[in-house]
Protein backbone atom coordinates (compact mmCIF):
# COMPACT_ATOMS: atom_id res chain seq x y z
CA UNK A 1 0.00 0.00 0.00
CA UNK A 2 1.01 3.17 -0.64
CA UNK A 3 2.85 5.84 2.15
CA UNK A 4 3.32 9.33 3.04
CA UNK A 5 5.97 10.16 5.29
CA UNK A 6 6.20 13.52 7.25
CA UNK A 7 8.52 14.52 10.04
CA UNK A 8 6.82 14.56 13.07
CA UNK A 9 7.35 18.00 14.48
CA UNK A 10 9.08 20.86 13.11
CA UNK A 11 9.58 24.04 15.24
CA UNK A 12 10.18 27.46 14.01
CA UNK A 13 10.26 30.96 15.23
CA UNK A 14 7.85 33.95 14.48
CA UNK A 15 7.77 35.77 11.42
CA UNK A 16 10.52 33.17 10.07
CA UNK A 17 9.67 30.07 6.93
CA UNK A 18 8.31 27.13 7.90
CA UNK A 19 8.76 24.01 5.25
CA UNK A 20 6.95 20.93 6.04
CA UNK A 21 7.83 17.81 3.78
CA UNK A 22 5.69 14.71 2.76
CA UNK A 23 7.49 11.93 0.70
CA UNK A 24 6.01 9.34 -1.28
CA UNK A 25 6.75 7.15 -3.92
CA UNK A 26 6.70 9.71 -7.29
CA UNK A 27 4.73 11.55 -5.28
CA UNK A 28 4.99 14.40 -7.97
CA UNK A 29 3.54 12.62 -10.48
CA UNK A 30 -0.23 12.79 -7.77
CA UNK A 31 -1.70 15.52 -6.67
CA UNK A 32 -1.30 16.55 -2.41
CA UNK A 33 -3.35 18.58 -0.43
CA UNK A 34 -2.36 19.47 2.74
CA UNK A 35 -4.78 20.16 6.11
CA UNK A 36 -4.08 22.06 9.39
CA UNK A 37 -5.59 20.81 12.15
CA UNK A 38 -5.16 23.09 15.91
CA UNK A 39 -6.55 21.17 19.16
CA UNK A 40 -9.89 20.05 19.31
CA UNK A 41 -10.69 21.30 15.70
CA UNK A 42 -11.60 19.37 12.83
CA UNK A 43 -9.02 19.87 9.75
CA UNK A 44 -9.08 22.71 7.80
CA UNK A 45 -8.19 22.55 3.78
CA UNK A 46 -5.04 24.96 3.43
CA UNK A 47 -3.41 23.56 -0.09
CA UNK A 48 -5.09 21.26 -2.77
CA UNK A 49 -4.24 20.22 -5.87
CA UNK A 50 -0.56 20.68 -4.80
CA UNK A 51 -0.24 24.43 -4.64
CA UNK A 52 -4.06 26.07 -4.94
CA UNK A 53 -5.41 27.88 -1.60
CA UNK A 54 -8.89 27.66 -0.75
CA UNK A 55 -10.98 31.04 -0.60
CA UNK A 56 -10.30 32.69 3.10
CA UNK A 57 -6.93 30.83 3.34
CA UNK A 58 -4.11 33.34 4.28
CA UNK A 59 -1.36 33.86 1.25
CA UNK A 60 1.54 33.19 3.00
CA UNK A 61 0.75 29.46 2.62
CA UNK A 62 2.16 27.95 -0.34
CA UNK A 63 2.62 24.26 -1.45
CA UNK A 64 4.87 22.48 -4.09
CA UNK A 65 4.86 19.18 -4.98
CA UNK A 66 8.06 17.12 -7.39
CA UNK A 67 9.67 14.06 -7.82
CA UNK A 68 9.17 12.23 -4.46
CA UNK A 69 8.36 15.44 -2.31
CA UNK A 70 5.23 17.88 -2.01
CA UNK A 71 6.27 20.93 0.49
CA UNK A 72 3.95 22.79 2.34
CA UNK A 73 5.40 26.47 2.90
CA UNK A 74 4.56 28.71 5.73
CA UNK A 75 6.14 32.04 4.94
CA UNK A 76 5.88 35.00 8.04
CA UNK A 77 4.75 32.20 10.16
CA UNK A 78 2.72 33.23 13.15
CA UNK A 79 1.54 31.87 16.59
CA UNK A 80 -1.91 31.15 15.17
CA UNK A 81 -0.35 28.64 12.79
CA UNK A 82 0.76 26.19 15.85
CA UNK A 83 -0.79 23.01 14.59
CA UNK A 84 -0.34 19.71 13.63
CA UNK A 85 -0.54 19.36 9.58
CA UNK A 86 -1.29 16.22 7.25
CA UNK A 87 -0.89 15.59 3.74
CA UNK A 88 -2.76 13.28 1.74
CA UNK A 89 -2.82 12.14 -1.46
CA UNK A 90 -5.17 9.95 -4.10
CA UNK A 91 -3.63 6.70 -5.12
CA UNK A 92 -4.53 3.27 -6.52
CA UNK A 93 -8.60 3.90 -5.82
CA UNK A 94 -7.73 4.68 -2.02
CA UNK A 95 -6.77 7.78 -0.36
CA UNK A 96 -3.70 8.12 2.35
CA UNK A 97 -2.66 10.90 5.01
CA UNK A 98 0.56 11.14 6.16
CA UNK A 99 1.17 10.74 9.74
CA UNK A 100 1.25 14.42 10.75
CA UNK A 101 3.92 17.25 11.26
CA UNK A 102 3.80 19.40 14.20
CA UNK A 103 4.40 22.99 14.28
CA UNK A 104 5.54 24.60 17.03
CA UNK A 105 6.10 28.30 16.71
CA UNK A 106 8.33 29.61 19.41
CA UNK B 1 -22.39 27.40 3.42
CA UNK B 2 -22.05 23.87 3.29
CA UNK B 3 -22.45 22.08 6.30
CA UNK B 4 -22.00 18.46 7.78
CA UNK B 5 -23.27 16.81 11.21
CA UNK B 6 -22.36 13.72 12.27
CA UNK B 7 -24.82 11.96 14.54
CA UNK B 8 -24.99 8.20 16.39
CA UNK B 9 -23.93 6.34 19.18
CA UNK B 10 -21.24 7.72 21.25
CA UNK B 11 -20.62 4.23 22.45
CA UNK B 12 -20.82 0.83 21.01
CA UNK B 13 -19.73 -2.79 22.30
CA UNK B 14 -17.29 -5.10 21.05
CA UNK B 15 -18.07 -7.07 18.46
CA UNK B 16 -20.92 -4.64 17.55
CA UNK B 17 -21.76 -2.30 15.03
CA UNK B 18 -20.98 1.32 15.08
CA UNK B 19 -23.54 3.35 12.65
CA UNK B 20 -23.30 6.95 12.26
CA UNK B 21 -25.70 9.34 10.19
CA UNK B 22 -23.58 12.30 7.82
CA UNK B 23 -26.63 15.50 7.34
CA UNK B 24 -25.50 17.72 4.93
CA UNK B 25 -26.94 21.25 4.71
CA UNK B 26 -26.50 24.22 2.12
CA UNK B 27 -25.67 21.95 -0.70
CA UNK B 28 -27.73 18.63 -2.31
CA UNK B 29 -25.69 15.75 -2.39
CA UNK B 30 -27.69 14.74 -5.27
CA UNK B 31 -26.10 17.47 -7.18
CA UNK B 32 -21.82 16.37 -7.18
CA UNK B 33 -19.02 15.96 -5.56
CA UNK B 34 -18.07 12.19 -2.92
CA UNK B 35 -19.12 12.41 0.60
CA UNK B 36 -16.80 10.82 2.49
CA UNK B 37 -15.52 9.32 6.66
CA UNK B 38 -12.40 9.66 8.80
CA UNK B 39 -11.48 8.91 11.65
CA UNK B 40 -8.75 9.77 14.36
CA UNK B 41 -8.23 7.54 17.26
CA UNK B 42 -7.71 10.18 20.37
CA UNK B 43 -4.21 11.47 20.03
CA UNK B 44 -3.47 9.83 16.79
CA UNK B 45 -3.24 11.02 12.85
CA UNK B 46 -5.99 10.80 10.73
CA UNK B 47 -7.45 7.32 8.48
CA UNK B 48 -10.04 7.78 5.50
CA UNK B 49 -12.88 5.00 6.30
CA UNK B 50 -14.07 5.61 2.88
CA UNK B 51 -16.47 7.72 0.28
CA UNK B 52 -19.73 7.13 -1.99
CA UNK B 53 -21.62 9.32 -4.50
CA UNK B 54 -24.73 9.69 -4.85
CA UNK B 55 -25.70 7.21 -7.44
CA UNK B 56 -24.35 4.70 -4.56
CA UNK B 57 -20.36 4.27 -6.16
CA UNK B 58 -18.54 3.83 -3.39
CA UNK B 59 -14.47 3.62 -2.64
CA UNK B 60 -13.18 1.59 1.15
CA UNK B 61 -9.64 1.60 2.52
CA UNK B 62 -8.67 -1.43 1.73
CA UNK B 63 -7.68 -2.62 5.22
CA UNK B 64 -11.32 -1.83 6.47
CA UNK B 65 -13.22 -2.84 3.54
CA UNK B 66 -14.49 -6.57 5.09
CA UNK B 67 -16.43 -4.54 7.62
CA UNK B 68 -17.68 -0.96 6.40
CA UNK B 69 -20.51 -0.34 4.77
CA UNK B 70 -21.43 3.49 3.33
CA UNK B 71 -24.48 4.62 2.16
CA UNK B 72 -26.52 7.48 0.99
CA UNK B 73 -30.11 8.76 1.31
CA UNK B 74 -30.48 11.48 -1.52
CA UNK B 75 -34.21 12.68 -0.46
CA UNK B 76 -33.05 13.20 3.60
CA UNK B 77 -29.34 14.62 1.82
CA UNK B 78 -27.60 12.36 4.58
CA UNK B 79 -25.34 9.75 3.82
CA UNK B 80 -24.11 6.81 6.58
CA UNK B 81 -21.35 4.77 8.32
CA UNK B 82 -22.05 1.41 9.39
CA UNK B 83 -18.70 -0.87 10.80
CA UNK B 84 -19.52 -3.94 11.88
CA UNK B 85 -17.56 -6.42 14.04
CA UNK B 86 -15.65 -3.51 16.30
CA UNK B 87 -12.70 -3.43 18.62
CA UNK B 88 -11.34 -1.23 21.14
CA UNK B 89 -9.04 0.11 18.34
CA UNK B 90 -11.84 1.48 16.81
CA UNK B 91 -12.57 4.07 19.16
CA UNK B 92 -12.06 7.81 17.40
CA UNK B 93 -13.28 10.77 16.70
CA UNK B 94 -15.16 9.49 13.23
CA UNK B 95 -15.49 12.90 10.53
CA UNK B 96 -17.32 13.14 7.85
CA UNK B 97 -16.38 15.08 4.68
CA UNK B 98 -17.10 16.57 1.23
CA UNK B 99 -14.78 15.39 -1.16
CA UNK B 100 -13.61 16.92 -4.38
CA UNK B 101 -12.34 14.31 -6.35
CA UNK B 102 -11.60 13.33 -10.15
CA UNK B 103 -8.77 13.13 -12.30
CA UNK B 104 -6.16 12.57 -9.74
CA UNK B 105 -7.10 15.05 -7.66
CA UNK B 106 -8.62 14.68 -3.93
CA UNK B 107 -9.26 16.92 -1.21
CA UNK B 108 -11.86 17.59 1.50
CA UNK B 109 -13.10 21.28 1.51
CA UNK B 110 -15.88 20.77 3.75
CA UNK B 111 -15.80 19.59 7.29
CA UNK B 112 -18.20 17.69 10.01
CA UNK B 113 -17.32 18.85 13.63
CA UNK B 114 -16.41 15.27 14.31
CA UNK B 115 -17.68 12.88 16.75
CA UNK B 116 -16.19 10.77 19.28
CA UNK B 117 -16.81 6.48 19.05
CA UNK B 118 -15.52 5.18 22.45
CA UNK B 119 -15.60 1.30 21.55
CA UNK B 120 -16.10 -0.50 25.70
CA UNK B 121 -18.26 -2.95 27.24
Known amino acids: SYELTQPPSVSVSPGQTASITCSGD??????ACWYQQKPGQSPVLVIY???KRPSGIPERFSGSNSGNTATLTISGTQAMDEAVYYCQAWDSSSVVFGGGTKLTVL | QVQLQESGPGLVKPSETLSLTCAVSGYSISSGYYWGWIRQPPGKGLEWIGS???????YYNPSLKSRVTISVDTSKNQFSLKLSSVTAADTAVHYC??????????????WGQGTLVTVSS
Open chain 1, 49 to 51: QDS
Open chain 2, 52 to 58: IYHSGST
Open chain 1, 26 to 31: KLGDKY
Open chain 2, 97 to 110: AREAHGSGSYYNDY
